[in-house]
C-alpha cells in the first residue's frame, strides 16, 4: 500500500497514496503549494480528515477546496472534523462568494467522537480522541486483510476441475466434486492476508489512548515536539516529546516511527540528536522532513 508523504513537517499535512486514491491527513497552511511540489495529484484527493482546529493543522484547507473547485472537479470529496469545522469553512466559502461544482460532504465529529468514519470494501478509518489542549482526533487507515492465496498446484492435486469451482472455494464456499468429495477453502487457501495500517497521531501528549489507536501498526506517525530538554513545556502545552512517541510505537507494538512536527526551537542537527536518544526506546524511526516519500 501506501505511500505518504509529510508536506510540511510543522504545519502539518499528510498524504497517503493507496492505488492512487490520496487521503489528506491535516491541511496546515500552505499545503496545496506542497502537493504542487509533489508527486501527489490533488485531482485524486479522495478524503481530507483533519484531527483538530489549531491553525497549523487548518489553515490550508479552504485554500484547497477553492483551488479543487476551480481545477472543474466534479468527483465528490469527503471532509471529517472536528465539530466546528463547518462554521470555519461557511465563513471562509461565504465571505468569498465559493459555490462548489461538486459534491462536498463534511461530516463534523462531535467531542469524544470515536469510531469508523469511512468503511469501504477493502479498508476502514477510524478515529479515537487524542490528549491535546482541545478536542483532538487521531485517526487509523487500516486496510482490510485480503484472503489467501489460490494453490493452484494443491488444486490440482485434489483434482478439482479448473473453471468456476476456483472461484467458489476464492469466496469462501465449500464444493462437492462429482466423485462426492467435499473440498473446503482451507484446503487449497493459504492464511488469510493482513492488511497494513497507518496511525496519525497529532496533536497529544502521551496517551494510553494512542497506544490504543496504534495497536500493531505498520506504521505510526506521531508527533515530536520536543526533546528531552523541554519535557515540562511538552506537559505543559499537552505536546510529545520525541522520547513519548517512541514509548507509544514500542507500547503498541508498532512496525515503525514516523516523528513529525518538530518545534522551531530545533534545527536540523539537534533533531537528529534528538532522534538518536529516542531510538533507545524504539527503533526504526524515521525523521520527518518536507516531501519526504516513504513506502509503506
Ligand atoms: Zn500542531
Ligand atoms: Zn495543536
Same mark, same amino acid.
Given at each position: 500500500?501506501?505511500?505518504?508523504?509529510?508536506?510540511?513537517?510543522?504545519?502539518?499535512?499528510?498524504?497517503?497514496?493507496?492505488?492512487?486514491?490520496?487521503?489528506?491527513?491535516?491541511?496546515? /497552511?500552505?499545503?496545496?503549494?506542497?502537493?504542487?511540489?509533489?508527486?501527489?495529484?490533488?485531482?485524486? &484527493?479522495?478524503?481530507?480528515?483533519?484531527?483538530?482546529?489549531?491553525?497549523?493543522?487548518?489553515?490550508?484547507?479552504?485554500?484547497?477546496?477553492?483551488?479543487?473547485?476551480? @481545477?472543474?472537479?466534479?468527483?465528490?470529496?469527503?471532509?471529517?472534523?472536528?465539530?466546528?469545522?463547518?462554521?470555519?469553512?461557511?465563513?471562509?466559502?461565504?465571505?468569498?462568494?465559493?459555490?462548489?461544482?461538486?459534491?462536498?460532504?463534511?461530516?463534523?465529529?462531535?467531542?469524544?467522537?470515536?469510531?469508523?468514519?469511512?468503511?469501504?470494501?477493502?479498508?476502514? %478509518? /477510524?478515529?479515537?480522541?487524542?490528549?491535546?489542549? !482541545?478536542?483532538?482526533?487521531?485517526?487509523?487507515?487500516?486496510?482490510?486483510?485480503?484472503?489467501? %492465496?489460490?494453490?493452484?498446484?494443491?488444486?490440482?492435486?485434489?483434482?478439482?476441475?479448473?473453471?468456476?469451482?476456483?472461484?467458489?472455494?476464492?469466496?469462501? /464456499?465449500? &464444493?462437492?466434486?462429482?466423485?462426492?468429495? !467435499?473440498?473446503?477453502?482451507?484446503?487449497?487457501?493459504?492464511?488469510?492476508?493482513?492488511?497494513?495500517?497507518? %496511525?496519525?497521531?497529532? @496533536?497529544?501528549?502521551?496517551?494510553?489512548?494512542? !497506544?490504543?489507536?496504534?495497536?500493531?501498526?505498520?506504521?505510526? &506517525?506521531?508527533?515530536?515536539?520536543?526533546?528531552? @530538554?523541554? &519535557?515540562?513545556?511538552?506537559? /505543559?502545552?499537552?505536546?510529545?516529546?520525541?522520547?513519548?512517541?517512541?514509548?507509544?510505537?514500542?507500547?503498541?507494538?508498532?512496525?515503525?516511527?514516523?516523528?513529525?512536527?518538530?518545534?522551531?526551537?530545533? @534545527?536540523?542537527?539537534? !533533531?537528529?540528536?534528538?532522534?538518536?536518544?529516542?531510538?533507545?526506546?524504539?527503533?526504526?524511526?524515521?525523521?520527518?522532513?518536507?516531501?519526504?516519500?516513504?513506502?509503506?
Amino acid at each position: 500500500m501506501p505511500g505518504w508523504q509529510d508536506t510540511s513537517s510543522k504545519l502539518s499535512a499528510t498524504a497517503l497514496v493507496r492505488e492512487g486514491d490520496v487521503f489528506l491527513f491535516d491541511c496546515g /497552511e500552505g499545503t496545496q503549494l506542497q502537493l504542487m511540489r509533489s508527486s501527489v495529484k490533488r485531482s485524486r &484527493i479522495h478524503s481530507i480528515f483533519i484531527g483538530h482546529l489549531h491553525g497549523d493543522h487548518l489553515y490550508g484547507i479552504a485554500g484547497l477546496l477553492s483551488t479543487l473547485h476551480l @481545477d472543474g472537479r466534479e468527483t465528490p470529496l469527503n471532509v471529517f472534523g472536528p465539530e466546528g469545522l463547518q462554521v470555519f469553512l461557511n465563513a471562509a466559502f461565504r465571505t468569498s462568494y465559493l459555490q462548489f461544482g461538486f459534491k462536498l460532504t463534511l461530516k463534523e465529529l462531535p467531542r469524544g467522537f470515536r469510531g469508523r468514519v469511512l468503511d469501504e470494501e477493502d479498508f476502514y %478509518v /477510524e478515529a479515537l480522541p487524542l490528549d491535546h489542549s !482541545i478536542f483532538c482526533l487521531g485517526w487509523r487507515f487500516q486496510e482490510k486483510d485480503k484472503p489467501g %492465496v489460490f494453490n493452484l498446484e494443491r488444486a490440482e492435486e485434489l483434482g478439482i476441475p479448473r473453471g468456476p469451482l476456483y472461484g467458489r472455494l476464492q469466496h469462501g /464456499e465449500n &464444493i462437492t466434486l462429482s466423485d462426492g468429495r !467435499i473440498i473446503t477453502p482451507d484446503m487449497v487457501l493459504g492464511g488469510p492476508r493482513p492488511g497494513k495500517s497507518v %496511525v496519525y497521531c497529532l @496533536d497529544t501528549q502521551f496517551s494510553e489512548r494512542s !497506544i490504543r489507536l496504534a495497536d500493531k501498526c505498520t506504521t505510526l &506517525i506521531h508527533e515530536t515536539t520536543f526533546g528531552p @530538554d523541554a &519535557i515540562d513545556m511538552a506537559r /505543559e502545552r499537552k505536546h510529545s516529546t520525541m522520547e513519548d512517541a517512541a514509548r507509544v510505537a514500542k507500547e503498541a507494538g508498532a512496525q515503525t516511527l514516523i516523528a513529525t512536527h518538530f518545534s522551531t526551537l530545533y @534545527d536540523g542537527r539537534q !533533531i537528529a540528536q534528538i532522534g538518536d536518544d529516542a531510538r533507545e526506546v524504539f527503533e526504526p524511526i524515521t525523521i520527518a522532513r518536507d516531501l519526504l516519500e516513504v513506502e509503506i
